[in-house]
């Protein structure tokens, strides 16, 4: 009777692929294992980290072909790593390779957080989500642009921070625009906003500026979009000018107002 294997799949989020910026119990996993997997940007962010090591990875729009891949491999009895950029439980990988595990019951799956572009984003602006926020992704790849648009009405409504994944891209120029629109039905036009670009790697940037500047912002694919609830405000600061949302604190000021 053949042997049946097992192997483990770990399913982790690098962050932005900073390398100082990925956590260290996810940094041991890379160490230990026998394959890293994931899509080939993020393979590239980390391979040199890692030599010999083996690498398997796939083009955009080819997610199931890799998360099989991976599966496959951890069934043959391997210690495989599948990195997802940002945290693998938020638009990432996690949820599919779950969906087919059960087509590969001999691999055992855990998955281990990184550093969401929702949280290095917020830090590079200030604190702009320390009340209540919602997350939504412009990408009607897997959601219809009805839904999103839904989602967006109902959070503007709730008064709650957004942040907006995937704002636009060269298919879809005109999302962000969309999105603005929506939320400019209940928002104020001087709603302050900010962007955070190309987190953690070369050519990082961010800013802030009115929900109607952010309107017609030439951003792309690389960036994260945050939008204040009606108490956030911009606070200037020794290091400039920082996008905060209040909790609601009393605390007593001294020497001048903060603007």
């Known amino acids: 009777m053949n042997e049946i294997k097992t192997g483990t799949l770990t399913v982790a989020g690098?962050?932005?692929?900073?390398?100082?910026?990925?956590?260290?119990?996810?940094?041991?996993?890379?160490?230990?294992?026998?394959?890293?997997?994931?899509?080939e940007v993020y393979i590239n962010l980390v391979k040199e980290h890692f030599p010999g090591k083996e690498f398997l990875s796939t083009p955009m729009r080819k997610e199931e072909e890799r998360c099989r891949l991976a599966l496959q491999k951890a069934s043959e009895g391997k210690n495989v790593?599948?990195?997802?950029?940002?945290d693998a439980g938020v638009y990432g990988m996690s949820g599919l390779i779950?969906?087919?595990?059960?087509?590969?019951?001999?691999?055992?799956i855990n998955v281990l957080p990184g550093i969401?572009?929702?949280?290095?984003?917020?830090?590079?602006?200030?604190?702009?989500?320390?009340?209540?926020?919602?997350v939504i992704?412009?990408?009607?790849?897997?959601?219809?642009?009805?839904?999103?648009?839904?989602?967006?009405?109902?959070?503007?409504?709730?008064?709650?921070?957004?942040?907006?994944?995937?704002?636009?891209?060269?298919?879809?120029?005109?999302?962000?625009?969309?999105?603005?629109?929506?939320?400019l039905k209940k928002?104020?036009?001087?709603?302050?906003?900010g962007y955070a670009?190309?987190?953690?790697?070369?050519?990082?940037?961010?800013?802030?500026?009115?929900?109607?500047?952010?309107?017609t912002a030439e951003l792309d694919m690389f960036t994260t979009v945050f939008i204040g609830n009606s108490s956030t405000k911009v606070i200037e600061t020794s290091g400039g000018k920082k996008l905060v949302t209040p909790?609601?604190?009393e605390f007593e000021k001294s020497g001048s107002d903060i603007k």
């Open 187 to 193: 928002l104020p036009e001087d709603r302050p906003c």
């Open 116 to 134: 969401t572009a929702a949280l290095s984003g917020s830090a590079l602006l200030g604190a702009p989500l320390i009340h209540d926020f919602a």
């Open 14 to 39: 690098i962050g932005s692929g900073k390398f100082s910026q990925i956590t260290t119990e996810v940094l041991q996993a890379l160490k230990i294992c026998d394959c890293i997997a994931g899509y």
């Open 137 to 183: 992704s412009l990408s009607d790849l897997m959601t219809p642009w009805e839904k999103i648009s839904k989602r967006l009405e109902y959070a503007s409504a709730a008064d709650f921070c957004l942040v907006l994944y995937n704002p636009m891209s060269h298919k879809r120029k005109d999302y962000l625009f969309k999105a603005c629109q929506i939320l």
């Open 247 to 249: 909790r609601g604190y």
């Open 81 to 86: 790593v599948f990195i997802c950029s940002g």
């Open 98 to 108: 779950y969906e087919i595990s059960s087509e590969f019951p001999n691999v055992q």
């Open 197 to 215: 670009r190309n987190i953690g790697r070369e050519g990082e940037e961010c800013g802030i500026l009115t929900l109607k500047e952010l309107s």
